[in-house]
Structure formats: C-alpha cells, structure tokens
C-alpha cells in the first residue's frame, strides 16, 4: 500500500501536473469565495476543457478545485457573513463577529491553518481506512441514518442550552420546511401551494445565503458604518496569531477532522452537518460556551477543520458506490465517468493509482489555498472597514444573482430574499439559526430514512437494538440527553447563558 | 352595377393573382416562423434526474458531441430538474417555447407512472416532439446481496411463500419502481417495496447492505456489482441472457419479462416546427454516433443506435400500451 | 398596551409562529397518513414549544420559572432603531428581489444599486454612477463572461 501512496504524490509531482492543480486550486478558491457558485460550478466548468487530458491530470484538475472551495467559503463567511458554500454557514457563527471586532486577520488565519491541518489529518484518516472503504459504507443503512440524524439534532438543540426553548422552536420550524415539496416515499406532493419551484423543497444554498449574507446586510443596513469600526485593530492583526491559535486549540482541531472524517464518509450525509456538528460538539465541550456565537475563536477552527476533512472522506461512498455526498460529488462523478473511471467497487480495485493521486491532490490544494489565505488575510481584512452605504447594495446584488446562479433558477431570488427578512428577524428576536439549519439539512433525511426502517422491519422498534452501530449511536443520544442533567446537578444553580446570539 | 363579358375572365385573373397573392403571403408567413438562423444561442437539455447517475452521465456525453453537429456554435447546456421524481422537468420540458432552444431526456416508462401520479403536473407524453431515442433499451435483472441466505430464484419464490420478498427500490415514480412491480407480479414473487432510494446506486447498495432481500434493477447496473462480487444475480429480464448460469426471460418460460425496458428519449415541447425538428433529430444521431460518445457510452454498457422521430414515437406507442395492461397495479 | 405585564408587540413573534405553524398542521391533514406521520407531530410539537415561549414572555411565577430553566439568555430585541428603519431596509431588500424578477439582473443591479447608493446612502450622483456601474460590470464579466450563463433576462423580456 505504501508504494502506491507514493506513486500517488510521485505522480502528481509532475511539472504538468502541478500546473494543472494550481489552475484548480485558482478556481475552487475564487468560486468558493462567491456565494451561490461552489465546487459544483467550478468543476462543471471544467469537465469540458479536461476532455483532452489524461484521467490523472484531470484528477489533478479537479482535486485542486475541490481542496479550495473551502478556503474559498471560509473568506465571505468571515468578513461578509455570507458562506461560500454550505458548509461556510458554521463558520459565520463566530467568524463574522470576530470580524466585526476588527479581528477579521485573526479568524482567517485561524480558518486557513485548521483548514490546512483539518485536510491533511482528513487525508491520512481516509488513506488509513481505503482499505476497508466498502465495508464502512455498508455499515450504515436506514436505522443508523435515521439515528445520526437523531443525533445531529439534538447535539445542536442542547448546543443551544442557554436559549434551549428557542433553539427548539427555530428547530422544529426548520423541520417543518424540510419537509415542503416531493416525498421519496410516497410520492406525494407536500406544500408546495401549487407552487413548481417547490416540488424540489426549499434549496439550501439559497436560503443559507439570505439567512446569513442577507440578513447581516439587513442588519447592517439598520446600524450603519462598517462591519468594524475598529480600523486599528485590523491594522495591527496578523496572520501568525490565527495560525498560533490553531495549535493552541489542537484538541479542537483534531476532535474537528475525526468528525469532519466521519461523517463525510458516511452516504448521502454531507458536509454541512460534518462542520455544524462539529461547532455544536465544540460548543458542547467547552468550558466557556457562552462565549459562541460572540466571536470564539474555537468557533472558526472547528468547523474549518471538519469541512476540509469530509473533502477526502466524501471520496470514499462516491468511489466505492456511486453514491454522490452532495451536488459537488455528483458533477465529479460525471468527470470521472468521462475519462473511463465508472465508480464503483471495481474502481477501488482498479484504478487505485489514480484514486490516491486524486486525494493527494486534494490535499495539496487544501494546504496551497490555506496559504495564500493566510497570505490574503491581512489585505481582505480591510474588507470589513468599507462604509455600509456601499458594502450592502454590493453584498446584496451578488447575494441575489449567486442564488440564481446555483441552479440559474429565478424562485431562488425569492427564497433568498424571504430567508434574508427570516434571518433578521431571528437575529432581532433572538432565535438561534445554528438549529434551524441543521434541522433543514437532516429533516428530510430523517424522516426518508425512519420510513425506510419500517418497511424494513414491519414496523418493529426493535431493530434499532438489534444493530451495533445503532446502539452505538443510541448510547451517544443518551449520553447527550442526560449530560446536561450531570453538568446542572454538578453546578451552582448559576445560570447558564450559551452564546448561540446567531 | 353589371359586368361586361371579358369581366370574367378578368375576375378569374384577379381570383388568380388574389389566390397567388395570398399563398405567397401564407409562404412567407410560415417561413417567418421558422428561424433560420437556428441555433442562435445555448440550447437547454433537461435532464429529469439528479446528477451523477447513468441517466445524466449519457447527456452530458452527448451534449458536447451534439454541439459539434449542430448548424451553428452554441453551447448544449444539461440542466438538472430532478424535483418531484421528475415531474417538474419533464412538465417544463412540455411547456417551455416550440423554438429548439429546449430539448429534454425523459425516462420511459418511469414518465407513463409521473404522468398518472402526478397529473397535475400538465404534461403529456403523446405530445411531446420526440426526436430520436438515447441508445438501446436497457434490460432488468434480478439479483440479491452476495451475503444473502438466498441462492436461486426458486429459493427466493420459496421465502415468498412464507412472507412478502422485500424488493429496494426508486420512489414510486421511477421506471425501477415500475419494473419492480411488473417483473414480481410476472414471476409471481409476492412483493413489497421499500422506496426512498434516490438512485439506482443507493437501492443496490441497499440490496448488498441486506436493507430488502433482492433487487430488481437495470443490467448495466447490476453487472459492475456482480464482477465486484457484491452481488449475485439470480435472473435476467433478457429474451436471450448474457449472464453465464442465470435464467433468461426464455428459461423462465416469462418472455414478458423482455417487455420491461428501460429506454431513454429526447424531446421538445410540442409543435416543434418541422425543420427546427428535423435539424435537432439529425445533430443527435451525428452525437450519438460519434466515435468519441460511442466509446464513452459502451463504458457503462449503453449501446448508441441512431433512430428517427418516427421511431422514437412508435416506442412511445409500444410502452404506452404497455404499461396501459399494468396500470392498476402501479398506481397502488 | 400589555397583557400579564408584558407589552403585546413582544408577544408577536411567537404567535406569527404559531399562525404559520397552525396553518401547517391543517394543510398536513389532507394528506395520506404516512405522508403526514412526521409532519403533523412536528407541527403539534411546535405549537407546545410556541405555547412555552408566550408564557414565558410572561411576567407571571410560571412564566419567570420557564424563562430561568429553558431560556435563560434570551434577550429582548436588540438595538433602539425606529421601526421605520427596520422596515425601509427589509423594503430595499424585497423590491430588489421583485424588479430583479421582473426586468432581470442587466437593469435590476444597476437601477437598485444607484437607487441604494443615493437615496438610501446619501451618496453623490457620481459616486452612485460610478460604483453601481463597476459593481455591475463585474458580475457582467464573472456571470456571462467567465461562466458563459445567459443572465436572468426578466419576466418582461421572456425570462421563466
């Protein structure tokens, strides 16, 4: 195996090669930085000027994409509040306020080098497990799916243990929209008011983007002046404190990979719950919760960590099986199919050269993007002192024409501007978001994958006790469920007061 | 006011040039619908399913070949509209303008099952302007996961006996929810479905993770499983079966079971005028012959065979009809 | 005016939920029982959680006792900004969204970024002109250019 790890970098060390990741890793940094584009953009793009390349420099091509998008997404989330990609919204939480302190070179310092070092414990965590790649993907079937998304709930909604009541309500509600539009299950049309655009359910990235880039602009509209008002804290902030505060936190750095790691791998479960489950668990395990969502810089590096990680980990269902993570993964199979690389558990066989070359290159794009985000730090801090007047109307109109520019579909102007006005008034009424868009990713899961597991078993629960992996994840549910119990009993009656202002 | 004798002649003279006049204007009028400057900008292709599977990987193969082979430089964008099963793609396949610039791939006979289901959503596969089919028809086969307890068909028609077979499967829209039902109901397999899965990759996994105890889905799906031995199949849905040991559609004695097809046409919404029509079903078969898409397509087993508008229809007609003996059963 | 001690405006918010939420929890009523077996608890759920959240903006024993255990750092709404602001800025967000729709992104961003430089920003003429031209000549190149996507051209002028 070690030999073909090293054909995997010898590979890639080639002068063309080189050229070709560095071109991808532009691309995946520039489309990851404007919201609504991404890595599925970027890689649709490509797929047609690879058609002359050989399958190992398309490869290349499209690892230095995808390292990069979230380097990319980490840089509007910071300074504009406004993801990248989906994934990004967890590093608003604590991003932007850190940049409207005037820390914006701090927060991106931090994100580039946990972005760094989340990619590269991903990679080694992914080449650990190739091995047995297609044994992990089967593990996990409808009982264990419907659980982990169980789990994913309720780590966010006792993340939010000082406004618990109304991180609940704004996770039920998100519930409830996740379950607007076609149901997998029966077929049934659920509503959608007649509306077509909504057969789909409410798309995501659209509504992340009035949620978060939307509503701050709203915000800051209201307030007036800049992001920051602290021209001199930007001035002196440098790109080394981000990177000493990585190794400071290493405990969250690693906790943020393995997650990040984990969940990646698992199908069909993306990396948006990979970094918000980590933020919560981060939030969780700290000694100072209240202090997330108020500019933590823990808040930054937890999420970063995980996203890079699930990067590699994503590989595993989508080349094993054929079972894309997410929209990304899916145009990515499409360039593999192009160059005669069907995925599938023969591909894990065959092509194992180009597989490690692939995730090689994935890595050394993550780790080239997080340097010339350390690099750009200073100078896209600056950002965050431009005059409110000019910053909104400018943040608005790419916020709205990169909505309809995920799937150039015109509804997702409205959901953008109708989740920006939500977004708002959950940050005037102070109702936490963090829960509402876990609960609007895992929703539909959850309940495709419940519905599943009773045709299964004919309706008998018991099926949760007879599988291992769900007991595991049952004992995990437990433990999150009865924890704060311990923490409450063990305390002061003090009040504790979480910091999810977001 | 009376007419003087050479009046007629001059009144059929006038009728002459009056009929003249007017043919020549109903000429021009009909040429001035047509565009003869197609294609003059991108060309949308629908594509009524998610990214990543067989379906959209054989568009966005041919899409590049078809700009080679249209009239005039312009981009084939593919165009994801996986929403509602389908339905929304193909219902804004059937209403988008008659002008060229959108051309859609529809699933058949997963559509015929949309098309009852969702009658609301305003399509109508007989009026869609079929242009020429996506490659040969597909075949099903039966398999289950290579852990299963379950060796043969008659051990699988034994555990029917005793309980209801569980079968992964599509949404109950898909052409493999369809072929599900029709393929146990003709082997007399007592079935039940558990549907959800979002693709053809996700139920077959399914099937290997032992979530249902068989699988009844395409063969170009099944194969790459069965060389990876991660499963094992225990028939063939082909009259004449290319899987070595396993029971054919003949074998069975069901030859039925070789009507169950997977089959793949392009579309325009309806009234495409004729030359617009007759431009798009030439530059398709030139795509689809083109040694590049023809190498590409054989990696996932789908052989490229050019066919006309009228062919495409009268494979409409044949599933239609088809489908039309199953209908009760499927809309359960 | 106040009920049980608190202004109603501050009730507001939960009971816009719980009109949604109601509203939801009828409509999931007309579908089949397996298609409405997540849904309606969720819904029926909500509403318990919003019935919570109102008597806890209460000033009653039981609405402080709610508030302690389960909301502790909820705070009133931030900020002393004139309700009329607050509304002027979802209004520019909203009527960008709706002219956007209507004539497309080549006049919707100009227009709305001119009209929000020098109305709402108090902006110079030039200033506006220039930034809003540069702004849209950029997503122009990013959009057409680079990405080749024919821009939304607008209801009026054949968009879907």
Request: with cysteine; aromatic share 8%; charged share 15%.
């Amino acid at each position: 195996m070690l030999h073909l790890w090293l054909s995997g970098i010898g590979g890639l060390l080639q002068a063309r090669e080189l050229m070709f990741l560095a071109l991808g890793m532009a691309m995946g940094l520039f489309f990851g930085a404007i919201p609504g584009l991404g890595g599925a953009t970027a890689l649709a793009l490509l797929t047609p000027l690879t058609y002359g390349l050989d399958p190992f420099t398309a490869l290349a091509l499209a690892g230095g994409v995808m390292g990069a998008v979230p380097m990319g997404g980490s840089i509007t989330a910071i300074l504009l509040n406004a993801p990248g990609s989906a994934p990004s919204a967890a590093t608003c939480l604590d991003g932007h306020p850190l940049a409207q302190q005037g820390k914006a070179g701090l927060a991106l310092g931090a994100a580039a080098s946990a972005n760094a070092i989340g990619g590269i414990i991903g990679t080694i965590s992914v080449l650990a497990i190739l091995p047995i790649a297609k044994e992990l993907v089967l593990l996990f079937g409808p009982p264990e799916l419907f659980l982990l998304a169980v789990l994913g709930l309720i780590v966010v909604a006792t993340a939010s243990r000082g406004k618990m009541l109304r991180g609940l309500i704004a996770g039920v509600f998100g519930l409830m929209i996740s379950f607007i539009g076609y149901n997998d299950i029966t077929g049934a049309l659920r509503f959608t008011a007649g509306i077509a655009y909504l057969w789909d359910g409410v798309h995501l990235v659209p509504a992340l983007i009035g949620l978060f880039a939307v509503a701050e602009m709203i915000n800051l509209s209201v307030k007036g002046g800049s992001i920051t008002k602290d021209a001199k804290a930007v001035a002196i902030t440098s790109m080394t404190s981000g990177l000493l505060e990585t190794f400071r936190h290493w405990r969250t750095v690693v906790r943020g990979s393995l997650i990040g790691t984990v969940v990646g791998a698992i199908p069909g479960v993306g990396g948006t719950v990979a970094s918000f489950l980590s933020y919560s668990l981060t939030v969780q395990a700290s000694k100072d919760p209240e202090s997330f969502g108020k500019g933590n810089i823990e808040g930054v590096i937890a999420p970063e960590a995980a996203i890079n990680a699930k990067d590699c980990s994503c590989l595993i269902p989508t080349l094993a099986f054929g079972i894309p993570g997410g929209v990304e993964m899916a145009v990515f199979m499409g360039l593999l199919v192009l160059h005669g690389l069907q995925p599938g558990p023969l591909m894990l066989i065959d092509h194992q050269l180009e597989i490690y070359g692939l995730i090689w290159a994935l890595t050394g794009s993550c780790v080239l993007a997080s340097f010339l985000g350390l690099f750009l730090a200073r100078p896209l801090s600056k950002l965050t002192l431009i005059d409110s007047e000019i910053l909104v109307p400018t943040v608005m109109a790419v916020a709205l024409v990169g909505a309809w520019a995920v799937d150039r579909n015109i509804g997702n102007v409205i959901v953008t501007a109708i989740f920006g006005i939500l977004g708002y008034l959950m940050i005037r009424f102070d109702y936490p978001r963090l829960t509402m868009v876990v609960a609007l990713v895992l929703g539909a899961a959850a309940e495709r994958n419940f519905h599943q597991t009773t045709m299964m078993s004919d309706g008998n629960l018991s099926i949760y006790l007879h599988r291992n992996v769900c007991l595991v994840l049952l004992i995990g549910i437990a433990a999150l469920l009865i924890a704060p119990l311990f923490r409450g009993l063990k305390r002061a009656p003090a009040v504790v007061t979480a910091g999810l202002g977001k | 006011m009376s007419r003087a004798p050479g009046d007629s002649l001059t009144m059929m003279s006038d009728r002459v040039t009056r009929r003249s006049f007017f043919l020549a204007v109903g000429a021009a009028s009909s040429l001035l619908a047509v565009d003869f400057d197609y294609p003059g900008k991108n060309i949308d292709f629908i594509i009524p399913k998610a990214p990543g599977g067989g379906f959209d990987n054989l568009v966005r193969v041919i899409a590049p070949a078809l700009e080679k082979y249209l009239p005039r430089k312009v981009n084939v964008v593919p165009d994801n509209i996986p929403a509602g099963g389908g339905g929304k793609g193909i219902g804004q396949l059937y209403r988008a303008r008659p002008d060229g610039y959108t051309i859609g791939a529809v699933d058949i006979p997963g559509s015929f099952i949309l098309q009852e289901r969702q009658g609301g959503a305003g399509f109508d596969l007989n009026k869609i302007t079929w242009l020429c089919s996506m490659g040969k028809p597909e075949y099903f086969c039966l398999g289950v996961g290579a852990n299963s307890p379950i060796k043969t068909l008659d051990e699988l028609k034994a555990l029917a006996k005793t309980r209801p077979v569980k079968f992964t499967s599509s949404g109950p829209e898909g052409t493999a929810y369809g072929a599900t039902v029709i393929g146990t109901r003709v082997l007399e397999i007592r079935a039940q479905l558990i549907t959800g899965y979002k693709g053809s990759s996700d139920f077959v996994v399914g099937a290997i993770r032992g979530d249902g105890d068989a699988v009844i889905a395409p063969v170009t799906s099944l194969r790459p499983m069965l060389q990876s031995k991660t499963v094992r199949v225990l028939a063939t849905f082909e009259p004449k079966g290319t899987f070595s040991g396993v029971p054919d559609a003949a074998a069975l004695g069901k030859p039925e079971l070789g009507q169950i097809l997977l089959e793949r046409l392009v579309g325009a919404p309806p009234a495409l005028p004729a030359n617009i029509k007759a431009i798009l079903s030439a530059a398709l078969n030139k795509a689809m012959a083109d040694p590049q898409t023809v190498s590409l397509a054989k990696k996932f087993e789908v052989e490229m065979v050019p066919s006309s508008p009228e062919q495409a229809v009268a494979r409409i007609r044949e599933n239609a009809a088809f489908f039309a003996k199953w209908k009760s059963s499927l809309m359960v | 005016m106040k009920i049980l001690g608190t202004p109603v405006l501050d009730y507001l918010p939960a009971l816009g939920l719980a009109l949604l939420t109601a509203a939801f929890l009828a409509t999931s009523y007309s579908y089949s029982a397996q298609a409405r077996a997540f849904p309606a608890p969720v819904a029926w759920v909500t509403l318990a959680l919003i019935a919570l959240d109102l008597i806890s903006r209460t000033q009653t024993a039981v609405g402080d006792a709610i508030r302690r255990h389960l909301n502790p750092g909820a705070h009133a709404p931030e900020g002393s900004h004139p309700l009329g602001k607050h509304f002027a800025a979802a209004l520019w967000l909203a009527v960008f969204a709706v002219v956007l729709v209507l004539i497309g992104v080549l006049y919707a961003v100009p227009l709305y970024m001119f009209a929000s430089l020098r109305f709402q920003g108090r902006r110079s003429w030039f200033t506006s002109l220039w930034v809003s031209a540069v702004a849209t000549g950029a997503l122009w190149l990013l959009f057409a250019v680079v990405l080749r996507l024919e821009l939304y051209p607008g209801y009026f002028f054949g968009g879907a």
